[in-house]
């Protein structure tokens, strides 16, 4: 009898990479809500979470992976970061104002929000804001403040008049 292949080489072959965002689509099974899924020693894990305690370690109890990419099937480590339920929550709520505002007349003003535009130093360089970073180095949304958070030789925020 084969012996079954362990669960990282199947997730391994489980996705393919999006030229465009860099997402690792997952082609393998999908709950109905949109996350995939694969059998691990026998019990179903979500793909992404397996993905997150594969590349990064251990979740924190308590806490769900949440996807900076907005993308449910996405399993790439570099868009998944650990949060709370109502931090989970209020991005998903985030995000569906910010789409819905799109064809909003008052879009533009709802955008400025003055509590992002803190000054950030991101990979040895200084940016005036998380958002510039991100986009001046083509990275995910949320990858800054989760490096903020848990990579601080990474990421910090400059103090200034300090
Ligand atoms: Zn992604």
């Not at 999006?18 to 393998?28: A, I």
């Not at 099937?73 to 569906?96: F, K, Q, T």
């Not at 929000?113 to 990275?139: F, T």
């Amino acid at each position: 009898m084969p012996s079954p292949e362990a669960p990282y080489l199947r997730f391994l072959k489980g996705f393919v990479v999006s030229p465009d965002t860099g997402c690792w689509l997952w082609e393998g099974s999908t709950y109905q809500n949109g996350y995939g899924w694969l059998k691990v020693f026998g019990s179903v894990v979500s793909a992404h979470r397996f993905s997150y305690e594969l590349h990064k370690g251990t979740i924190p109890d308590g806490l769900e992976i949440l996807h900076s990419c907005d993308v449910k099937h996405c399993v790439n480590p570099d868009h998944l970061r650990a949060g709370s339920h109502a931090e989970n929550m209020a991005e998903a709520a985030e995000r569906g104002r910010m789409r819905s505002g799109a064809d909003h007349p008052q879009f533009g003003k709802l955008q400025q929000r003055p509590k992002q535009a803190k000054p950030v130093r991101v990979l040895g360089k200084d940016y005036e804001s998380i958002k510039a970073a991100e986009r001046a180095l083509g990275l995910g949304g949320g990858t800054v403040r989760y490096w903020l958070n848990h990579n601080p030789y990474r990421a910090q925020l400059i103090e200034k008049g300090r």
